[in-house]
């Protein structure tokens, strides 16, 4: 388990496997007594986390896709800091996307999705506007 106490108006990472993770409804605490499995939501195919947002459609299905379109379509989010959890491990896009993102200075990490479910929690947690983008594939 990742988070240990709920995060005010802001989703947050309960756990997270190969395939899937688990998030925290916001403003639910899972560790009180009146917790109950409806407080998680179980996601297993991209999905962009960010405060009380949660999307998963229209998203590439694979890293493998992530491109300056997909860019351009976080930067919609007025997030300070974008994560993106590449999978298992950590991986990068193509050499163009990072010289798009390094030209537009955009606030863009790239992580495994266990690294960025956990950053994402501390990031939260201190009340930055941080967004993450989970590829499973």
Request: glycine fraction near 2%.
């Amino acid at each position: 388990m990742l988070q240990l106490e709920n995060i005010d108006n802001a989703w947050s990472f309960h756990s997270y496997d190969d395939h899937s993770a688990k998030l925290i409804k916001p403003n639910q605490n899972i560790h009180s007594p009146s917790s109950v499995d409806d407080h998680l939501l179980k996601i297993t195919t991209t999905t962009l986390v960010y405060k009380e947002l949660i999307i998963s459609r229209d998203l590439p299905s694979s890293f493998t896709e992530f491109d300056e379109n997909c860019v351009k379509e976080l930067l919609k989010q007025d997030a300070d800091i974008f994560l993106i959890g590449t999978g298992l491990n950590s991986r990068f896009p193509e050499k163009s996307v990072l010289q798009f993102i390094a030209k537009n200075k955009i606030p863009m990490d790239f992580m495994s999705t266990g690294a960025a479910s956990r950053t994402f929690n501390v990031l939260t947690s201190e009340s930055r506007k941080v967004a993450a983008l989970i590829f499973f594939q």
